[in-house]
């Protein structure tokens, strides 16, 4: 009787090509966890910029329909730092507001100082109609107004209260360029939009990514500048 001679795999082959299969899986994995995280980064910055170009367009044409001599930027603070909790632009028109991402980060730092508040939620940046101005005078105590009726406001950035991260104001630098009193005017606005987790940022920039807290994917930070006129 002729048997046939059958061979299979010797265990030392079996374990190589297990090895293979492993090493072959685990790079399929990390690039797509790195796949993942440049994803999440650039979903990141494009909504900063995404932010800063539609409140830039915002202030072009505010600034085109105010009065030079009636903008008072006696509210505007810069930069971020604990003397500040809001800071504020009014334009005669209408006026814009926003919160010191400090304190949205770590309320427990506010102590006596009190967020600007929309239907009792504290806002990142928003839009008021605001026709004298008021939001940038202070009352008998010192005190700017802090509240403001919702109808007459509308956020410019995604509200904290939606838990997808937020966006806030950094920085906001007004400068007049023109030398004359007339009611037209040209300014060098800039502005600084960038992640609301300050834990997250050190000295303008997102912390490199080994440093403590640093979550690089997810924060994004990123200046604006512009030259905006007055037309009376």
């Known amino acids: ?12 082959e079996l374990m190589l090509a297990m090895t293979f299969i492993s090493i072959l899986l685990l790079s399929i994995t990390m690039v797509g966890i790195q796949a993942g995280r440049m994803y999440s980064r650039g979903v990141v910055l494009r909504d900063v910029n995404q932010a800063g170009r539609d409140i830039s367009d915002m202030f072009r044409r505010d600034f085109l329909q105010a009065n030079a001599g009636k903008i008072n930027i006696t509210g505007l603070r810069v930069p971020n730092n604990e003397n500040w909790t809001t800071g504020r632009l009014c334009l005669g028109a209408h006026s814009y507001v926003w ?3 400090k304190y949205l980060d770590n309320p427990s730092l506010l102590g006596a100082n ?3 508040k929309v239907d009792g939620n ?6 008021v109609v605001d026709a004298d101005g008021g939001l940038c005078k202070r009352d008998g105590s010192g005190r700017y107004p802090e509240t403001v009726d919702v109808a007459k406001s509308s956020n410019l950035l995604r509200p904290i209260s939606s838990g997808d991260g937020s966006i806030g104001i950094h920085n906001v630098i007004l400068e007049k360029i023109t030398s004359d009193s007339s009611r037209e005017a040209l300014y060098r606005l800039t502005f600084t939009l960038g992640t609301s987790k300050m834990s997250e940022i050190r000295n303008s920039s997102c912390k490199a990514p080994d440093e403590a807290e640093s979550n690089f994917e997810f924060c994004a930070i990123n200046k604006f500048e512009m030259i905006v006129r007055t037309n009376g």
């Open 1 to 12: 009787m002729i048997r046939d001679a059958k061979q299979g795999f010797t265990l030392i």
């Open 99 to 101: 919160n010191n991402p």
């Open 114 to 116: 009190r967020l600007f």
């Open 122 to 127: 504290p806002i990142n940046l928003v839009r």
